[in-house]
Nanobody, 124 residues
Framework: QVQLVESGGGLVQAGDSLRLSCAAS????????MGWFRQAPGKEREFVAAVMWSDGSTHYANSVKGRFTISRDNAKNTVHLQMNSLKPEDTAVYYC?????????????????WGQGTQVTVSS
């Protein structure tokens, strides 16, 4: 089992920045990739970004490319999501997830473990 705990959410204004963190514990050696997803009110959960645990390669949703940066710290078993130039449409609950098998990184069905989520609210 892998446990994931997110932190760093909050209320900001449009154009501001936030940094989310996700700390993994347990059988972290089994992690192949880590991802961030988000779910806005009344909408389905969507892919935001993912990072491969071994080589650090990254993938982003088109809606956040150029504004968000995902990174990992293997020594601390932590993944970060740096969010810049935030927009009101970025408002959502952000979830961290871990994938054991390296399947489709932008598909939530590929992820085996999930955090509890952290709220990000961007006011206009």
């Amino acid at each position: 089992q892998v446990q994931l705990v997110e932190s760093g959410g909050g209320l900001v204004q449009a154009g501001d920045s936030l940094r989310l963190s996700c700390a993994a514990s347990g059988r972290t050696f089994s992690i192949y990739a880590m991802g961030w997803f988000r779910q806005a009110p009344g909408k389905e959960r969507e892919f935001v970004a993912a990072v491969m645990w071994s080589d650090g390669s990254t993938h982003y949703a088109n809606s956040v490319k150029g504004r968000f940066t995902i990174s990992r710290d293997n020594a601390k078993n932590t993944v970060h999501l740096q969010m810049n130039s935030l927009k009101p449409e970025d408002t959502a609950v952000y979830y961290c997830a871990a994938d054991r098998l390296g399947r489709q990184t932008n598909n939530q069905a590929s992820y085996d473990y999930w955090g509890q989520g952290t709220q990000v609210t961007v006011s206009s």
